[in-house]
Protein backbone atom coordinates (compact mmCIF):
# COMPACT_ATOMS: atom_id res chain seq x y z
CA UNK A 1 0.00 0.00 0.00
CA UNK A 2 1.19 3.38 -1.09
CA UNK A 3 2.34 5.60 1.71
CA UNK A 4 0.54 9.09 2.31
CA UNK A 5 2.08 12.23 1.32
CA UNK A 6 2.36 14.87 4.15
CA UNK A 7 -0.39 17.47 3.74
CA UNK A 8 -2.93 15.18 2.11
CA UNK A 9 -5.87 13.68 4.13
CA UNK A 10 -6.37 9.90 3.10
CA UNK A 11 -9.88 9.77 1.60
CA UNK A 12 -11.47 6.46 1.88
CA UNK A 13 -13.49 4.89 -1.09
CA UNK A 14 -16.21 3.40 -0.06
CA UNK A 15 -18.13 -0.47 -2.70
CA UNK A 16 -21.86 -0.07 -3.97
CA UNK A 17 -22.76 -0.03 -0.58
CA UNK A 18 -22.65 3.10 -0.17
CA UNK A 19 -25.70 4.72 0.76
CA UNK A 20 -25.40 7.93 -1.29
CA UNK A 21 -24.16 6.21 -4.19
CA UNK A 22 -26.42 3.88 -4.38
CA UNK A 23 -29.44 6.29 -3.63
CA UNK A 24 -27.90 8.09 -6.99
CA UNK A 25 -27.80 5.13 -8.80
CA UNK A 26 -31.47 4.48 -7.40
CA UNK A 27 -32.13 7.40 -9.31
CA UNK A 28 -31.30 6.46 -13.15
CA UNK A 29 -34.42 5.94 -15.56
CA UNK A 30 -31.32 3.07 -16.94
CA UNK A 31 -30.61 -0.13 -15.10
CA UNK A 32 -27.70 -1.20 -13.61
CA UNK A 33 -26.03 -4.47 -12.55
CA UNK A 34 -22.72 -5.65 -11.62
CA UNK A 35 -21.71 -8.93 -11.89
CA UNK A 36 -18.20 -10.38 -10.59
CA UNK A 37 -15.41 -12.38 -12.44
CA UNK A 38 -17.82 -15.13 -11.49
CA UNK A 39 -20.78 -14.06 -13.08
CA UNK A 40 -22.44 -13.39 -9.45
CA UNK A 41 -24.48 -10.26 -9.22
CA UNK A 42 -22.67 -7.72 -6.46
CA UNK A 43 -24.99 -5.10 -7.53
CA UNK A 44 -28.54 -4.09 -9.05
CA UNK A 45 -30.17 -0.44 -8.96
CA UNK A 46 -34.45 -0.34 -8.07
CA UNK A 47 -34.90 0.71 -12.13
CA UNK A 48 -33.58 -3.36 -12.50
CA UNK A 49 -36.62 -4.47 -10.57
CA UNK A 50 -38.79 -2.28 -12.18
CA UNK A 51 -38.42 -3.58 -15.59
CA UNK A 52 -38.42 -6.68 -14.21
CA UNK A 53 -41.61 -7.68 -12.21
CA UNK A 54 -40.30 -11.07 -10.78
CA UNK A 55 -37.74 -9.49 -8.58
CA UNK A 56 -39.79 -7.90 -5.81
CA UNK A 57 -36.63 -6.49 -4.00
CA UNK A 58 -32.96 -6.42 -4.92
CA UNK A 59 -31.64 -7.80 -1.71
CA UNK A 60 -32.38 -11.87 -2.12
CA UNK A 61 -31.02 -10.99 -6.37
CA UNK A 62 -27.32 -10.52 -4.59
CA UNK A 63 -25.25 -13.55 -5.14
CA UNK A 64 -27.20 -15.10 -7.88
CA UNK A 65 -25.53 -16.27 -11.10
CA UNK A 66 -26.10 -14.89 -14.15
CA UNK A 67 -28.05 -18.01 -15.80
CA UNK A 68 -30.14 -17.88 -12.40
CA UNK A 69 -31.36 -14.61 -12.99
CA UNK A 70 -32.46 -14.85 -16.68
CA UNK A 71 -34.10 -18.22 -15.56
CA UNK A 72 -36.02 -16.55 -13.35
CA UNK A 73 -36.72 -13.49 -15.50
CA UNK A 74 -37.96 -16.47 -18.73
CA UNK A 75 -39.98 -18.35 -16.41
CA UNK A 76 -41.85 -15.60 -15.37
CA UNK A 77 -43.19 -14.43 -19.11
CA UNK A 78 -41.34 -10.81 -18.85
CA UNK A 79 -39.62 -12.28 -22.11
CA UNK A 80 -41.32 -11.86 -25.77
CA UNK A 81 -39.46 -14.64 -26.89
CA UNK A 82 -40.24 -18.04 -28.41
CA UNK A 83 -37.66 -19.72 -27.23
CA UNK A 84 -37.66 -18.41 -23.30
CA UNK A 85 -41.52 -19.10 -23.85
CA UNK A 86 -40.77 -22.82 -24.51
CA UNK A 87 -37.02 -23.71 -22.93
CA UNK A 88 -36.87 -20.93 -20.27
CA UNK A 89 -33.63 -22.99 -19.37
CA UNK A 90 -32.46 -23.04 -23.13
CA UNK A 91 -33.00 -19.36 -23.51
CA UNK A 92 -31.00 -18.98 -20.13
CA UNK A 93 -27.91 -20.97 -21.12
CA UNK A 94 -27.96 -18.71 -24.41
CA UNK A 95 -28.11 -15.97 -22.50
CA UNK A 96 -25.74 -16.99 -20.42
CA UNK A 97 -23.21 -17.70 -23.41
CA UNK A 98 -23.70 -14.40 -25.34
CA UNK A 99 -22.55 -12.83 -21.56
CA UNK A 100 -19.66 -14.97 -21.52
CA UNK A 101 -18.39 -13.76 -24.98
CA UNK A 102 -17.76 -10.38 -23.86
CA UNK A 103 -19.01 -8.74 -27.15
CA UNK A 104 -19.23 -4.94 -27.11
CA UNK A 105 -21.85 -5.24 -29.24
CA UNK A 106 -24.85 -3.98 -27.98
CA UNK A 107 -27.88 -6.41 -28.09
CA UNK A 108 -31.40 -6.18 -27.61
CA UNK A 109 -34.53 -7.66 -26.18
CA UNK A 110 -38.14 -7.27 -26.18
CA UNK A 111 -40.38 -7.70 -22.86
CA UNK A 112 -43.46 -9.14 -22.78
CA UNK A 113 -45.31 -5.80 -22.32
CA UNK A 114 -44.66 -4.44 -25.42
CA UNK A 115 -40.97 -2.64 -24.24
CA UNK A 116 -37.79 -3.10 -25.90
CA UNK A 117 -34.47 -2.42 -24.01
CA UNK A 118 -30.82 -2.21 -25.08
CA UNK A 119 -28.45 -3.88 -23.07
CA UNK A 120 -24.76 -3.24 -22.70
CA UNK A 121 -22.05 -4.47 -21.28
CA UNK A 122 -18.67 -3.79 -20.22
CA UNK A 123 -15.78 -5.63 -18.57
CA UNK A 124 -14.42 -4.58 -15.34
CA UNK A 125 -11.13 -4.92 -14.53
CA UNK A 126 -11.08 -7.08 -12.11
CA UNK A 127 -12.91 -9.70 -14.34
CA UNK A 128 -16.52 -9.00 -14.00
CA UNK A 129 -19.14 -6.99 -15.70
CA UNK A 130 -20.93 -4.22 -16.25
CA UNK A 131 -24.54 -4.14 -17.65
CA UNK A 132 -26.78 -1.08 -18.63
CA UNK A 133 -30.37 -1.92 -19.53
CA UNK A 134 -31.83 0.97 -21.76
CA UNK A 135 -35.33 1.42 -22.45
CA UNK A 136 -35.29 1.41 -26.32
CA UNK A 137 -38.92 1.45 -27.31
CA UNK A 138 -39.63 5.04 -28.55
CA UNK A 139 -36.23 4.80 -30.78
CA UNK A 140 -37.35 0.93 -31.98
CA UNK A 141 -40.82 2.49 -32.87
CA UNK A 142 -39.39 5.18 -34.75
CA UNK A 143 -36.71 3.07 -36.65
CA UNK A 144 -39.60 0.34 -37.38
CA UNK A 145 -42.22 3.39 -39.07
CA UNK A 146 -38.60 4.37 -40.62
CA UNK A 147 -37.91 1.65 -42.12
CA UNK A 148 -42.01 0.58 -43.38
CA UNK A 149 -41.59 3.92 -45.15
CA UNK A 150 -38.69 3.23 -46.65
CA UNK A 151 -39.68 0.02 -48.26
CA UNK A 152 -43.11 1.49 -49.23
CA UNK A 153 -41.86 3.99 -51.29
CA UNK A 154 -42.36 3.41 -54.80
CA UNK A 155 -38.51 4.56 -55.89
CA UNK A 156 -35.31 2.78 -54.55
CA UNK A 157 -34.09 5.26 -51.84
CA UNK A 158 -31.11 5.28 -49.83
CA UNK A 159 -29.51 7.16 -46.79
CA UNK A 160 -25.62 7.68 -45.80
CA UNK A 161 -24.07 9.44 -43.31
CA UNK A 162 -21.56 12.31 -43.11
CA UNK A 163 -18.84 10.09 -43.54
CA UNK A 164 -20.39 8.48 -46.79
CA UNK A 165 -21.45 4.79 -44.97
CA UNK A 166 -25.20 3.00 -45.89
CA UNK A 167 -27.09 4.04 -42.86
CA UNK A 168 -30.48 2.20 -44.05
CA UNK A 169 -31.97 2.08 -48.24
CA UNK A 170 -35.02 -0.26 -49.16
CA UNK A 171 -35.01 -3.14 -51.43
CA UNK A 172 -35.44 -1.36 -54.84
CA UNK A 173 -32.51 0.12 -53.89
CA UNK A 174 -30.38 -2.73 -53.15
CA UNK A 175 -31.21 -4.92 -55.74
CA UNK A 176 -29.68 -2.38 -58.20
CA UNK A 177 -26.27 -1.83 -56.54
CA UNK A 178 -25.61 -5.30 -54.76
CA UNK A 179 -24.94 -8.40 -56.26
CA UNK A 180 -27.06 -10.63 -54.12
CA UNK A 181 -29.63 -7.99 -53.71
CA UNK A 182 -28.51 -7.46 -50.12
CA UNK A 183 -26.51 -3.71 -49.14
CA UNK A 184 -24.84 -4.12 -45.40
CA UNK A 185 -25.04 -1.21 -43.40
CA UNK A 186 -21.94 0.20 -42.58
CA UNK A 187 -20.57 -0.12 -46.75
CA UNK A 188 -18.63 3.08 -48.46
CA UNK A 189 -20.70 5.12 -50.80
CA UNK A 190 -17.53 4.91 -53.39
CA UNK A 191 -17.73 1.12 -52.75
CA UNK A 192 -21.04 0.34 -53.56
CA UNK A 193 -21.27 2.45 -56.56
CA UNK A 194 -17.73 1.27 -57.93
CA UNK A 195 -19.18 -2.49 -57.29
CA UNK A 196 -21.74 -2.24 -59.01
CA UNK A 197 -20.23 -0.24 -62.26
CA UNK A 198 -17.23 -2.82 -62.01
CA UNK A 199 -20.10 -6.07 -62.39
CA UNK A 200 -21.86 -4.30 -65.40
CA UNK A 201 -24.89 -4.15 -63.20
CA UNK A 202 -24.72 0.13 -63.89
CA UNK A 203 -24.02 1.25 -67.43
CA UNK A 204 -23.24 5.06 -67.28
CA UNK A 205 -23.27 6.80 -70.84
CA UNK A 206 -20.00 7.69 -71.50
CA UNK A 207 -16.52 7.24 -69.74
CA UNK A 208 -17.58 5.31 -66.56
CA UNK A 209 -13.92 6.48 -64.68
CA UNK A 210 -14.80 9.81 -65.46
CA UNK A 211 -18.99 9.53 -64.30
CA UNK A 212 -17.51 8.05 -61.14
CA UNK A 213 -14.94 10.95 -60.55
CA UNK A 214 -18.22 13.65 -61.37
CA UNK A 215 -20.66 11.49 -58.86
CA UNK A 216 -17.96 11.51 -55.81
CA UNK A 217 -17.15 15.36 -56.38
CA UNK A 218 -20.92 16.27 -56.22
CA UNK A 219 -21.49 14.53 -53.00
CA UNK A 220 -22.23 15.95 -50.47
CA UNK A 221 -22.64 19.48 -50.44
CA UNK A 222 -23.96 20.08 -54.06
CA UNK A 223 -25.88 17.42 -54.27
CA UNK A 224 -26.28 15.68 -57.96
CA UNK A 225 -29.09 14.20 -60.50
CA UNK A 226 -27.51 11.80 -63.23
CA UNK A 227 -28.46 8.98 -65.47
CA UNK A 228 -27.38 5.43 -66.67
CA UNK A 229 -28.88 2.15 -68.07
CA UNK A 230 -28.59 -0.97 -66.41
CA UNK A 231 -27.60 -4.55 -67.60
CA UNK A 232 -31.21 -5.46 -68.09
CA UNK A 233 -31.59 -2.06 -70.93
CA UNK A 234 -33.33 -0.22 -68.13
CA UNK A 235 -32.81 3.12 -67.54
CA UNK A 236 -32.58 4.79 -63.92
CA UNK A 237 -32.33 8.79 -62.97
CA UNK A 238 -30.05 8.85 -59.16
CA UNK A 239 -31.03 12.24 -57.67
CA UNK A 240 -28.46 12.76 -54.48
CA UNK A 241 -29.83 15.56 -52.02
CA UNK A 242 -28.07 16.84 -48.75
CA UNK A 243 -29.63 16.99 -45.58
CA UNK A 244 -29.54 19.52 -42.54
CA UNK A 245 -27.52 17.13 -40.78
CA UNK A 246 -24.78 16.32 -43.39
CA UNK A 247 -26.47 13.33 -44.42
CA UNK A 248 -26.88 12.54 -47.94
CA UNK A 249 -30.41 11.08 -49.54
CA UNK A 250 -30.24 9.09 -52.37
CA UNK A 251 -33.57 8.26 -54.87
CA UNK A 252 -33.30 5.76 -57.55
CA UNK A 253 -36.72 6.35 -60.13
CA UNK A 254 -37.18 4.14 -63.10
CA UNK A 255 -37.17 6.51 -65.89
CA UNK A 256 -37.28 3.40 -68.47
CA UNK A 257 -40.37 4.78 -70.56
CA UNK A 258 -39.39 8.21 -69.83
CA UNK A 259 -36.28 7.61 -71.86
CA UNK A 260 -37.73 5.41 -74.32
CA UNK A 261 -40.16 7.99 -75.32
CA UNK A 262 -37.96 10.68 -75.41
CA UNK A 263 -35.67 8.53 -78.13
CA UNK A 264 -39.10 8.17 -80.07
CA UNK A 265 -39.72 11.70 -80.16
CA UNK A 266 -36.07 12.20 -81.31
CA UNK A 267 -37.05 10.08 -84.04
CA UNK A 268 -40.07 10.80 -85.50
CA UNK A 269 -38.91 14.58 -85.17
CA UNK A 270 -42.54 16.75 -85.28
CA UNK A 271 -44.73 13.92 -84.27
CA UNK A 272 -45.62 15.03 -80.89
CA UNK A 273 -48.98 15.00 -80.58
CA UNK A 274 -48.67 11.03 -81.82
CA UNK A 275 -45.90 10.04 -79.37
CA UNK A 276 -48.06 12.20 -76.37
CA UNK A 277 -50.99 9.58 -77.68
CA UNK A 278 -48.62 6.58 -77.13
CA UNK A 279 -47.58 7.80 -74.09
CA UNK A 280 -50.94 7.49 -72.44
CA UNK A 281 -51.70 4.75 -74.09
CA UNK A 282 -48.77 3.05 -72.45
CA UNK A 283 -49.60 4.69 -69.17
CA UNK A 284 -52.74 3.03 -69.75
CA UNK A 285 -51.56 -0.18 -70.34
CA UNK A 286 -49.31 0.30 -67.20
CA UNK A 287 -52.40 0.74 -65.24
CA UNK A 288 -54.29 -2.14 -66.34
CA UNK A 289 -51.33 -4.87 -66.47
CA UNK A 290 -51.11 -3.22 -62.37
CA UNK A 291 -54.81 -3.98 -62.27
CA UNK A 292 -54.23 -7.25 -63.71
CA UNK A 293 -51.44 -8.44 -61.75
CA UNK A 294 -53.62 -6.87 -58.68
CA UNK A 295 -56.40 -9.24 -59.90
CA UNK A 296 -53.77 -12.06 -60.25
CA UNK A 297 -52.16 -11.68 -56.74
CA UNK A 298 -55.82 -11.79 -55.58
CA UNK A 299 -56.50 -15.12 -56.74
CA UNK A 300 -53.58 -16.67 -55.96
CA UNK A 301 -54.03 -15.43 -52.33
CA UNK A 302 -57.42 -16.46 -52.76
CA UNK A 303 -56.35 -20.15 -53.86
CA UNK A 304 -53.65 -20.36 -51.21
CA UNK A 305 -56.05 -20.14 -48.37
CA UNK A 306 -58.61 -22.51 -50.18
CA UNK A 307 -55.87 -25.10 -50.39
CA UNK A 308 -54.49 -24.42 -46.88
CA UNK A 309 -58.34 -25.12 -46.14
CA UNK A 310 -58.52 -28.08 -48.31
CA UNK A 311 -55.42 -29.02 -45.82
CA UNK A 312 -56.94 -28.32 -42.94
CA UNK A 313 -60.01 -30.29 -43.45
CA UNK A 314 -58.03 -33.45 -45.25
CA UNK A 315 -56.46 -33.21 -41.33
CA UNK A 316 -59.00 -32.81 -39.50
CA UNK A 317 -61.00 -35.66 -41.98
CA UNK A 318 -58.45 -38.14 -40.99
CA UNK A 319 -58.56 -37.18 -37.41
CA UNK A 320 -62.31 -37.65 -37.22
CA UNK A 321 -62.31 -40.88 -39.09
CA UNK A 322 -60.01 -42.42 -37.54
CA UNK A 323 -61.34 -41.76 -34.23
CA UNK A 324 -64.63 -42.84 -35.47
CA UNK A 325 -63.01 -46.17 -36.94
CA UNK A 326 -61.13 -46.68 -33.07
CA UNK A 327 -64.67 -47.30 -31.61
CA UNK A 328 -66.20 -50.16 -33.32
CA UNK A 329 -62.77 -51.79 -34.07
CA UNK A 330 -62.07 -51.70 -30.20
CA UNK A 331 -65.54 -53.32 -29.84
CA UNK A 332 -64.70 -55.78 -32.59
CA UNK A 333 -61.21 -56.85 -31.37
CA UNK A 334 -62.61 -57.28 -27.49
CA UNK A 335 -65.83 -59.34 -28.54
CA UNK A 336 -63.41 -61.64 -30.79
CA UNK A 337 -60.97 -62.12 -27.65
CA UNK A 338 -63.81 -63.31 -25.82
CA UNK A 339 -64.87 -65.63 -28.76
CA UNK A 340 -61.07 -66.55 -28.85
CA UNK A 341 -60.43 -67.59 -25.63
CA UNK A 342 -64.10 -68.97 -24.83
CA UNK A 343 -64.48 -67.16 -21.64
CA UNK A 344 -68.61 -67.68 -22.10
CA UNK A 345 -68.29 -71.30 -23.15
CA UNK A 346 -66.98 -73.81 -26.40
CA UNK A 347 -67.54 -72.66 -29.73
CA UNK A 348 -68.47 -75.79 -30.60
CA UNK A 349 -66.07 -75.66 -33.45
CA UNK A 350 -62.62 -75.58 -34.05
CA UNK A 351 -62.76 -73.32 -37.28
CA UNK A 352 -64.49 -71.00 -35.36
CA UNK A 353 -62.05 -70.26 -33.49
CA UNK A 354 -59.66 -69.84 -36.32
CA UNK A 355 -61.70 -67.68 -38.25
CA UNK A 356 -61.80 -65.02 -34.56
CA UNK A 357 -58.27 -65.49 -34.62
CA UNK A 358 -57.98 -63.88 -37.99
CA UNK A 359 -60.51 -61.22 -36.81
CA UNK A 360 -58.81 -60.25 -33.95
CA UNK A 361 -55.38 -60.20 -35.83
CA UNK A 362 -56.96 -58.22 -38.64
CA UNK A 363 -58.69 -55.55 -36.15
CA UNK A 364 -55.03 -55.42 -34.81
CA UNK A 365 -53.75 -54.67 -37.96
CA UNK A 366 -56.26 -52.14 -39.01
CA UNK A 367 -56.05 -50.33 -35.27
CA UNK A 368 -52.30 -49.88 -35.85
CA UNK A 369 -52.63 -48.60 -39.19
CA UNK A 370 -55.58 -45.72 -38.18
CA UNK A 371 -52.24 -44.80 -35.56
CA UNK A 372 -50.07 -44.39 -37.94
CA UNK A 373 -52.73 -42.70 -40.01
CA UNK A 374 -53.21 -39.93 -37.00
CA UNK A 375 -49.30 -39.79 -36.31
CA UNK A 376 -48.93 -39.04 -39.62
CA UNK A 377 -51.75 -36.28 -40.07
CA UNK A 378 -50.48 -34.48 -36.66
CA UNK A 379 -46.48 -34.42 -38.45
CA UNK A 380 -48.39 -32.62 -41.61
CA UNK A 381 -50.42 -30.21 -39.81
CA UNK A 382 -47.32 -29.25 -37.74
CA UNK A 383 -48.85 -30.29 -34.20
CA UNK A 384 -45.97 -33.20 -33.36
CA UNK A 385 -44.51 -31.45 -30.46
CA UNK A 386 -41.37 -32.70 -29.21
CA UNK A 387 -39.61 -32.26 -26.06
CA UNK A 388 -35.89 -32.95 -26.91
CA UNK A 389 -33.68 -33.87 -23.43
CA UNK A 390 -30.49 -35.36 -22.76
CA UNK A 391 -31.58 -39.63 -23.10
CA UNK A 392 -29.63 -42.78 -23.00
CA UNK A 393 -29.24 -44.54 -26.75
CA UNK A 394 -28.44 -47.75 -25.08
CA UNK A 395 -31.54 -47.75 -22.92
CA UNK A 396 -33.54 -46.72 -25.43
CA UNK A 397 -32.22 -49.52 -27.91
CA UNK A 398 -32.68 -52.19 -25.06
CA UNK A 399 -36.00 -51.20 -24.68
CA UNK A 400 -37.23 -51.34 -28.19
CA UNK A 401 -35.41 -54.37 -28.59
CA UNK A 402 -37.09 -55.91 -25.42
CA UNK A 403 -40.22 -54.69 -26.18
CA UNK A 404 -40.32 -56.74 -29.95
CA UNK A 405 -38.73 -60.16 -28.81
CA UNK A 406 -42.02 -62.01 -28.19
CA UNK A 407 -43.26 -60.80 -32.07
CA UNK A 408 -40.23 -61.93 -33.66
CA UNK A 409 -39.87 -65.27 -31.80
CA UNK A 410 -43.35 -66.00 -32.98
CA UNK A 411 -42.36 -65.35 -36.35
CA UNK A 412 -39.01 -67.64 -36.19
CA UNK A 413 -36.52 -64.43 -35.83
CA UNK A 414 -33.71 -63.82 -33.69
CA UNK A 415 -33.02 -60.19 -32.43
CA UNK A 416 -29.99 -59.34 -31.44
CA UNK A 417 -28.32 -55.96 -29.80
CA UNK A 418 -24.45 -54.56 -30.70
CA UNK A 419 -24.58 -52.11 -27.65
CA UNK A 420 -21.73 -50.09 -26.35
CA UNK A 421 -20.96 -51.33 -22.39
CA UNK A 422 -21.04 -47.12 -21.43
CA UNK A 423 -23.95 -44.56 -22.15
CA UNK A 424 -24.38 -42.45 -25.25
CA UNK A 425 -26.30 -39.22 -24.36
CA UNK A 426 -28.59 -37.94 -27.13
CA UNK A 427 -30.75 -34.99 -27.35
CA UNK A 428 -34.15 -36.46 -28.78
CA UNK A 429 -37.55 -36.74 -27.32
CA UNK A 430 -37.43 -40.34 -25.99
CA UNK A 431 -40.65 -41.18 -27.09
CA UNK A 432 -40.60 -40.35 -30.94
CA UNK A 433 -36.90 -41.82 -30.87
CA UNK A 434 -38.87 -45.13 -29.46
CA UNK A 435 -41.39 -44.64 -32.40
CA UNK A 436 -38.88 -44.54 -35.22
CA UNK A 437 -36.71 -47.88 -33.79
CA UNK A 438 -40.03 -49.84 -33.21
CA UNK A 439 -41.42 -48.97 -36.70
CA UNK A 440 -37.79 -49.86 -38.22
CA UNK A 441 -37.54 -53.20 -35.92
CA UNK A 442 -41.69 -54.18 -36.96
CA UNK A 443 -40.66 -53.88 -40.45
CA UNK A 444 -37.46 -55.55 -40.09
CA UNK A 445 -39.35 -58.74 -38.48
CA UNK A 446 -42.09 -58.62 -40.78
CA UNK A 447 -40.13 -59.27 -44.16
CA UNK A 448 -37.33 -61.57 -42.30
CA UNK A 449 -38.20 -65.42 -42.93
CA UNK A 450 -38.44 -67.81 -40.08
CA UNK A 451 -34.58 -68.10 -38.91
CA UNK A 452 -33.32 -65.04 -40.08
CA UNK A 453 -32.31 -62.63 -37.93
CA UNK A 454 -32.73 -58.76 -37.05
CA UNK A 455 -29.78 -56.81 -35.43
CA UNK A 456 -30.05 -53.60 -33.65
CA UNK A 457 -26.71 -51.61 -33.37
CA UNK A 458 -25.70 -48.42 -32.18
CA UNK A 459 -22.22 -45.62 -32.41
CA UNK A 460 -21.25 -42.20 -32.26
CA UNK A 461 -20.29 -40.96 -35.48
CA UNK A 462 -19.22 -37.33 -35.75
CA UNK A 463 -21.87 -35.45 -33.14
CA UNK A 464 -24.39 -38.02 -34.24
CA UNK A 465 -25.21 -41.50 -32.52
CA UNK A 466 -26.34 -44.18 -35.53
CA UNK A 467 -28.64 -46.69 -34.88
CA UNK A 468 -28.64 -49.57 -37.31
CA UNK A 469 -31.09 -52.15 -37.95
CA UNK A 470 -30.23 -54.81 -40.09
CA UNK A 471 -32.44 -58.15 -41.31
CA UNK A 472 -31.43 -61.38 -43.25
CA UNK A 473 -34.59 -60.85 -45.29
CA UNK A 474 -35.31 -60.93 -49.04
CA UNK A 475 -34.06 -57.89 -49.43
CA UNK A 476 -35.38 -54.39 -52.17
CA UNK A 477 -34.25 -53.73 -55.70
CA UNK A 478 -32.13 -50.86 -55.86
CA UNK A 479 -34.94 -49.36 -58.39
CA UNK A 480 -37.43 -49.64 -54.98
CA UNK A 481 -35.42 -47.65 -52.59
CA UNK A 482 -36.15 -43.78 -53.78
CA UNK A 483 -39.98 -44.68 -53.19
CA UNK A 484 -39.85 -46.77 -49.93
CA UNK A 485 -39.61 -43.15 -47.74
CA UNK A 486 -42.60 -42.09 -48.96
CA UNK A 487 -46.44 -42.59 -47.77
CA UNK A 488 -47.72 -45.95 -48.52
CA UNK A 489 -45.44 -46.69 -50.57
CA UNK A 490 -43.91 -49.84 -50.98
CA UNK A 491 -41.21 -52.58 -52.81
CA UNK A 492 -43.09 -54.67 -55.41
CA UNK A 493 -43.30 -58.28 -55.31
CA UNK A 494 -39.88 -59.02 -54.10
CA UNK A 495 -40.59 -59.06 -50.68
CA UNK A 496 -41.73 -62.86 -49.21
CA UNK A 497 -44.18 -60.53 -46.95
CA UNK A 498 -45.75 -63.07 -44.19
CA UNK A 499 -47.76 -59.67 -43.36
CA UNK A 500 -49.53 -56.96 -44.83
CA UNK A 501 -47.58 -53.55 -44.16
CA UNK A 502 -49.56 -49.89 -44.65
CA UNK A 503 -46.40 -48.73 -46.18
CA UNK A 504 -46.46 -45.75 -43.60
CA UNK A 505 -43.88 -46.84 -40.59
CA UNK A 506 -40.81 -45.59 -42.84
CA UNK A 507 -42.30 -42.51 -43.76
CA UNK A 508 -42.87 -41.57 -39.67
CA UNK A 509 -39.58 -42.90 -38.96
CA UNK A 510 -38.31 -40.27 -41.74
CA UNK A 511 -40.35 -37.68 -40.47
CA UNK A 512 -39.74 -37.88 -36.74
CA UNK A 513 -35.96 -38.18 -37.73
CA UNK A 514 -35.94 -35.17 -39.40
CA UNK A 515 -38.02 -33.11 -36.59
CA UNK A 516 -35.22 -33.98 -34.71
CA UNK A 517 -32.38 -32.50 -36.73
CA UNK A 518 -31.47 -35.60 -37.76
CA UNK A 519 -31.17 -38.01 -41.36
CA UNK A 520 -32.06 -41.84 -42.19
CA UNK A 521 -30.44 -43.69 -44.83
CA UNK A 522 -31.73 -46.68 -46.41
CA UNK A 523 -29.34 -49.99 -47.89
CA UNK A 524 -30.55 -52.98 -49.53
CA UNK A 525 -29.32 -55.81 -51.46
CA UNK A 526 -31.39 -58.73 -52.70
CA UNK A 527 -30.98 -61.75 -51.58
CA UNK A 528 -29.09 -60.41 -48.49
CA UNK A 529 -31.12 -58.38 -46.49
CA UNK A 530 -31.74 -54.18 -45.65
CA UNK A 531 -30.21 -52.02 -43.36
CA UNK A 532 -31.90 -49.00 -41.88
CA UNK A 533 -29.61 -46.12 -40.30
CA UNK A 534 -30.95 -43.51 -38.20
CA UNK A 535 -28.43 -40.60 -37.09
CA UNK A 536 -29.70 -38.33 -34.07
CA UNK A 537 -27.62 -36.05 -32.61
CA UNK A 538 -25.55 -36.15 -29.93
CA UNK A 539 -26.12 -34.27 -26.79
CA UNK A 540 -23.38 -31.41 -26.51
CA UNK A 541 -22.43 -31.92 -29.88
CA UNK A 542 -21.30 -28.51 -31.87
CA UNK A 543 -23.69 -29.04 -34.54
CA UNK A 544 -26.67 -30.00 -32.24
CA UNK A 545 -26.05 -26.92 -30.19
CA UNK A 546 -26.19 -24.48 -33.24
CA UNK A 547 -29.33 -25.76 -34.03
CA UNK A 548 -31.29 -25.78 -30.81
CA UNK A 549 -29.43 -21.88 -30.56
Same mark, same amino acid.
Given at each position: ????????????????SD??????F???R????????????I?????????????K???????????????????????????????????A???????????????????????????????????????????????????LR??????????????W??S????????????L????????????Y????????E?????P????????????????????? &????T?D???????E?P?????????L??? &?????????????????E????????????????? &?????????????R???????????????????????????????????????????????????????R??????????????????I???????????????????????????????GG?A???????Q??AV??D?????????N??????????????????L????????????????????????????????A??????R???????L???K??????D???????????????????????????Q????
Amino acid at each position: MAAVQPGHTPVEHSGFSDARIAAAFDCLRVALTVFDRDDRLIYANEHFRYLYPCFKRIEPLLGLGFEEIALAIARDGDVDDETAQRDPALWARQRLAEHRSRATKAREMRLSNGRSLQIKERKTPDGGSVLLWVDITDAVRQRLRLEDAINGASDGFALWSRSDRLMACNDRFARLFAADGKLEPGIAYDRAMEDAVEAGRVRPIGDARLWLEQLLSGRPELGIR &TEFKTDDHRWFQLTETPTRDGSVASVLTDI &TAIKASEMELRRRGGALERSMREMEAARTLLHQKS &TEIAAANAELEAARIDAEGANAYKTSFLRSITHELRTPLNAIMGFSEVLETQKMGPLGNAKYIEYVGIIRSSGQHLLSLINQLLDLSRIEAGRMDLLREKHDAVEIARYCADMLQATAARGGVAVGMELPDQPVAVHVDVLATRQILLNLMSNAIKFTPDGGRVTLALQPAEGFCAFSVSDTGAGIAEEDLPRLMQPFMQAGDILTRRDKGSGLGLAIAKALTELQDGRIELQSELGVGTTVRVFLPLFGAPGEQTKAA
